[in-house]
T-cell receptor
Framework: EPEVTQTPSHQVTQMGQEVILRCVPI?????FYWYRQILGQKVEFLVS????????KSEIFDDQFSVERPDGSNFTLKIRSTKLEDSAMYFC??????????FGPGTRLTVL | GQQLNQSPQSMFIQEGEDVSMNCTSS?????WLWYKQDPGEGPVLLIA???AGELTSNGRLTAQFGITRKDSFLNISASIPSDVGIYFC?????????????WGLGTSLAVNP
């Protein structure tokens, strides 16, 4: 069964460094998302992406964040200058026209 | 903003018992989704609901989309140890190209064998 994949599974970085989290959504899906989950808390929406542009972003998704779909398969989240509070699990997700949203296994980001 | 209240926050049951959890919203959703998340892993979609009043099953799981479109419940029958995990409801308002999910806080389920 097709699934969303994410790399790396765990990223450790120093505060102030740039990180890029990578995702390969399910191939025939049209909507792409990034969510994050701080340890022990609920999943939080970051950004949705459709037709090669951001369709909505949350307050969390400030100027330090950006997304890109550089080719027909990858979807990336970049954090330009990481902060300690960016430490979380970051989930990529994708969906077709209907409401079923499928999530990847996540990237655990640790900012030291 | 939109809020989802999910209850109970946690449950500790005996193997074989049935489980029920629910979510209520302050606003209307067009889609309700139920996910299960194991520690350190991504949410896994269990059931998707698209119409008010819809009742859908997936094995021992049954979920319903409330008539008012502001609530949903998930039932698990005859629980087994592998049902342990955190269950999340998520609602989607589905306005145009915005398909973001609003999440409940989760129900943590523990099953005593």
């Amino acid at each position: 069964e097709p699934e969303v994949t994410q790399t790396p599974s765990h990223q450790v970085t120093q505060m102030g460094q740039e990180v890029i989290l990578r995702c390969v959504p399910i191939s025939n899906h049209l909507y792409f998302y990034w969510y994050r989950q701080i340890l022990g808390q609920k999943v939080e929406f970051l950004v949705s992406f459709y037709n090669n542009e951001i369709s909505e972003k949350s307050e969390i998704f400030d100027d330090q964040f950006s997304v890109e779909r550089p080719d027909g398969s990858n979807f990336t989240l970049k954090i330009r200058s990481t902060k300690l509070e960016d430490s979380a699990m970051y989930f990529c997700a994708s969906s077709e026209w209907e409401g079923r949203v499928f999530f990847g296994p996540g990237t655990r980001l640790t900012v030291l | 903003g939109q809020q989802l209240n999910q209850s109970p926050q946690s449950m500790f049951i005996q193997e074989g018992e049935d489980v029920s959890m629910n979510c209520t919203s302050s606003s209307i959703f067009n889609t309700w989704l139920w996910y299960k998340q194991d520690p350190g892993e991504g949410p896994v979609l269990l059931i998707a609901l698209y119409k008010a009043g819809e009742l859908t099953s997936n094995g021992r799981l049954t979920a319903q989309f409330g008539i008012t479109r502001k609530d949903s419940f998930l039932n698990i029958s005859a629980s087994i140890p592998s049902d342990v995990g955190i269950y999340f409801c998520a609602g989607q308002a589905d306005a145009g190209n915005n398909r973001k999910l609003i999440w409940g806080l989760g129900t943590s389920l523990a099953v005593n064998p």
